[in-house]
């Protein structure tokens, strides 16, 4: 059985700048977050920041948007390298900031040979993982070209920001929770890369 993975995890990188950096992650929860809406009764004194923020849609708990600093959406390029993937509200704060230089580095340093595998999680009654056909999809881009796709995805929808941050006994011994991730669903991959390969690991 061939299974497709729904979502996959791009990247994971903490904000570089914005009021995350200046006031920190806990400062940054409570400004922005909003209360746990599960009903659990674990979690009546915590704070979330989550959900899917995607690029001129703010996001209903946390009234925060994706907004793309120095690129030009018409001609699909970075015109200012000093700019970043911006996480801003209404007033036009800047709540977190990922610099352009800051997520090449880090691509180069630690994604630039990434694969892709098809995979399901099943959660009932514990946890499993599941792989379908040994399939992998790789890239020969370095980030400069991958970031332009990346950017040009993004203001298409395709790319997101889906954290999952959390403040927990947020009025007694506050604990917080970092898990800034950006996603994309599995179907949508080949639009950040100029070329891809697919290699069935079964050969050779």
């Known amino acids: ?65 994706i907004v793309l600093k120095g690129f030009d959406r018409v001609t699909g390029k970075i015109i200012d390298a000093t700019g970043g993937i911006s996480l801003m509200n ?14 090449m580095t880090k691509w180069n340093r630690k994604h630039n040979k990434a694969v892709y595998i098809p995979s399901q999680c099943v959660q009932l009654p514990e946890r499993k993982y599941r792989y ?27 790319v997101y920001y889906d954290p999952g941050i959390k403040l927990e006994n947020a009025s007694t011994r506050p604990r917080t929770k970092q898990r800034s991730q950006f996603r994309i669903k599995s179907s949508n991959l080949p639009a950040l890369y100029h070329s891809m390969d697919i290699v069935d690991l079964r050969e050779g």
């Open 1 to 65: 059985m061939t299974l497709e993975a729904e979502l996959d995890i791009l990247m994971t990188p903490e904000p570089t700048g914005g009021y995350y950096r200046s006031a920190g992650i806990e400062a940054f929860i409570r400004k922005f977050g909003y209360p746990d809406m599960t009903g659990a009764s674990d979690r009546t004194d915590r704070f979330n920041v989550g959900g899917i923020h995607k690029v001129g849609e703010y996001h209903r708990l946390t009234n925060l948007q």
């Open 90 to 103: 209404r007033e036009g704060e800047e709540a977190a900031v990922w610099g352009y230089d800051a997520l």
């Open 132 to 158: 379908g056909n040994p399939d992998m999809h790789r890239h020969r881009n370095g980030f400069y070209k991958v970031c332009r796709q990346w950017q040009k995805a993004m203001a298409e929808g395709k």
